[in-house]
């Protein structure tokens, strides 16, 4: 799961998919990257669910959403993000024009405040490389490396600013006029 030169090791995971999804591309997809897919008929239609990596997407087809009663694709994501702590609703469409934009409005402000996170994609590559992405950097020895990583960028940029050397005269100034 490291990188070390140009050899990467491939990154597999666990996916539970709802039952629903396996006659469909992104299912495939998935399989192809080698990950262990199981399909469950226990989880809400449309789920592909990380399990190792803490993370849930809901598939929704912005067609789908705007030619159903709101209350029903509304009452879909609600029941999703009380059970998944950390959701994101995936909304595919071909374009997103004004009639997507204003359904992920009022998805927005329907669940602002709340554990989702709306994710526009254009088709099922887009989709796949999102939910993989994430996954990954979720993932415990990825986000392991990514904060180590943040934490010597951090200090780093402390220990080479010119605020932090300006600081640093100062106090030595400070100390040689005032020895307490």
Not at 128 to 149: E, F, G, Q, V, W
């Amino acid at each position: 799961m490291a990188e070390s030169g140009n050899e990467k090791i491939k990154w597999t995971t666990t996916i539970i998919i709802s039952s629903s999804l396996k006659s469909y591309e992104v299912a495939t997809a998935l399989e192809n990257r080698s990950h262990k897919v199981r399909y469950s008929d226990s989880v809400e239609n449309g789920s592909i669910i990380f399990s190792l990596s803490g993370v849930a997407f809901l598939l929704m087809d912005t067609k789908e959403c705007i030619l159903s009663t709101e209350e029903i694709f509304l009452a879909k994501i609600e029941k999703f993000i009380n059970i998944h702590q950390n959701s994101f609703l995936v909304l595919s469409a071909a374009l997103h024009g004004p009639e997507e934009w204003k359904l992920m409005f009022r998805i927005q402000q329907r669940f602002l405040g709340r554990n989702l996170r709306i994710l526009p994609v254009h088709n099922t590559v887009n989709a796949i490389n999102l939910m993989c992405t994430i996954a990954k950097t979720t993932s415990k020895p990825y986000i392991d490396s990514i904060c180590y990583r943040m934490i010597t960028a951090k200090a780093y940029i402390i220990e080479q600013s010119p605020v932090w050397k300006t600081l640093q005269k100062i106090q030595l100034n400070s100390d040689s006029v005032n020895p307490n």
